[in-house]
Nanobody, 125 residues
Framework: QVQVVESGGGLVQTGESLKLSCVASGFSFHIYAMGWFRQAPGKEREGISCITSNPESTYYADSVKDRFTVSRDNSKNTVYLQMNNLKPEDTAVYYC??????????????????WGQGTQVTVSS
């Protein structure tokens, strides 16, 4: 059974940091790319980061570049999202999902599958 489980969200103030984790199981994790998405109330789900493996490459949305860092530990079947200098506009439910690649449309949901339940990130001003 393919499954991903997100954790690490919480309530922080503007300028603070959080580190999210996504633990995967039920598939060959090291073969696949992993994406991070977020969805704020009343808005569409948007891709914010993607990471490949063998070789490892990373991609970021303009809204989070230079603040967020994605990484993975294939020995632990886990992908991380380090979020620094958080802003109120980062408030959303954060999800991870599985893809074969980080393609040209990696910021869209269509190329991803096996979404987790999400973890809430709230940034107060």
């Amino acid at each position: 059974q393919v499954q991903v489980v997100e954790s690490g969200g919480g309530l922080v103030q503007t300028g603070e940091s959080l580190k999210l984790s996504c633990v995967a199981s039920g598939f060959s994790f090291h073969i696949y790319a992993m994406g991070w998405f977020r969805q704020a109330p009343g808005k569409e789900r948007e891709g914010i980061s993607c990471i490949t493996s063998n070789p490892e490459s990373t991609y970021y949305a303009d809204s989070v570049k230079d603040r967020f860092t994605v990484s993975r530990d294939n020995s632990k079947n886990t992908v991380y999202l380090q979020m620094n200098n958080l802003k109120p506009e980062d408030t959303a439910v954060y999800y991870c999902a599985i893809s074969l690649i980080c393609g040209s449309t990696w910021q869209q949901t269509g190329g991803f599958t096996s979404w987790g339940q999400g973890t809430q990130v709230t940034v107060s001003s």
